[in-house]
């Protein structure tokens, strides 16, 4: 089993970047695809952004595509995702998570184990 450990939370104002990193600990973390997900008060969890594990292969919710990159270092078991152009609507906790394979979705069903989170929050 992979645990992970966001950091890199924060916040800042409207149009400002942060970069949030995840920390996996255990030998298998190359061999799946990875997310990001986020949850705002009140609402359901949602799909940020996912790579595959070869680290070419990523897909991005429309809301954040051409603002966020999400990318990974299998060497290092990380995974970041850099946020720019930030909105307030980007307030939100963030999830890093292990898909169940090693393609990944845009689906939370289709992740395994989660860190604890990382606050965002974008002041407008």
């Known amino acids: 089993q992979v645990q992970l450990v966001e950091s890199g939370g924060g916040l800042v104002q409207a149009g400002g970047s942060l970069r949030l990193s995840c920390a996996a600990s255990g030998r298998t973390f190359s061999l799946y695809a990875m997310g990001w997900f986020r949850q705002a008060p009140g609402k359901e969890r949602q799909f940020v952004a996912a790579?595959?594990?070869?680290?070419?292969?990523?897909a991005y919710a429309d809301s954040v595509k051409g603002r966020f990159t999400i990318s990974r270092d299998n060497a290092k078991n990380t995974v970041t995702l850099q946020m720019n152009s930030l909105k307030p609507e980007d307030t939100a906790v963030y999830y890093c998570a292990v898909a169940k394979n090693i393609y990944g979705s845009s689906r939370a069903a289709d992740f395994g184990s989660w860190g604890q989170g990382t606050q965002v929050t974008v002041s407008s």
């Open positions: 790579i595959r594990r070869n680290g070419e292969n990523t």
